[in-house]
Antibody, heavy 120, light 110 residues
């Protein structure tokens, strides 16, 4: 059974950079069928796609966050990483790691999520 | 802001049926597959429907979905209290080259 587990800080300061890691258990991160990505959900709001990456390097990013977000995949560690720069309070959200089907684009596996609060 | 539009809420009595609509455009639903997600409080969203009308293993057939043109819908029959959750549609947008979610619909069981 595939499992995704997010890790990282729960509190970060404004203007700093958020770094989150997702470790994939029970499946290959090197599959050519799936992308690995991040979704976030601010309190009281709907989910927002941040971006996703195929292990070979092809990457898609949210158009509104493209200048601040980057995603990378480390196949040796079976990990997906997210970096989000220049944080503001508006970046406070639960961040989810997801597996995305490469052809039909649905998000079939989600991590449990990690709450990140941006505050001084 | 969300590209796909859903009604804010729907409700019905236990055992009844609800239908949630999802309206998009030619760059997303009109061209690409629709998926649906159930979000129970305090948990991660769960995939309910993929490829417009396919259920993943373990999802009961009380959940069904369809797509026509630039719109899609999710139906829940035999409504149960455990179905109270937020439901989101989703699709790839070819103009934005990103995955887009619907505005979300809260299902209440009266």
């Amino acid at each position: 059974q595939l499992q995704l587990q997010e890790s990282g800080p729960g509190l970060v300061k404004p203007s700093e950079t958020l770094s989150l890691t997702c470790t994939v258990f029970g499946g290959s991160i090197s599959s050519t069928t799936y992308y690995w990505g991040w979704i976030r959900q601010p309190p009281g709001k709907g989910p927002e796609y941040l971006g996703s990456m195929l292990y070979s390097g092809r990457t898609y990013y949210s158009s509104s966050l493209r200048s601040r977000v980057s995603i990378s995949v480390d196949t040796s560690k079976s990990q997906v990483s997210l970096k989000l720069t220049s944080l503001t309070a508006a970046d406070t959200a639960v961040y989810y790691c997801v597996r995305q089907h490469g052809t039909s684009e649905h998000l079939d596996y989600w991590g449990q999520g990690i709450l990140v609060t941006v505050s001084s | 802001q969300s590209v796909l539009t859903q009604p804010p809420s729907v409700s019905a009595a236990p055992g009844q049926k609800v239908t949630i609509s999802c309206s998009g455009g030619t760059s997303n639903i009109g061209k690409k597959y629709v998926s649906w997600y159930q979000h129970l409080p305090g948990t991660a969203p769960k995939l309910l429907i993929y490829d417009n009308n396919q259920r993943p293993s373990g999802i009961p057939d009380r959940f069904s979905a369809s797509k026509s043109g630039t719109s899609a819908s999710l139906g829940i029959t035999g409504l149960q209290t455990g179905d109270e959750a937020d439901y989101y549609c989703g699709s790839w947008d070819t103009s934005l080259s990103t995955f887009v979610f619907g505005t979300g619909t809260k299902v209440s069981v009266l």
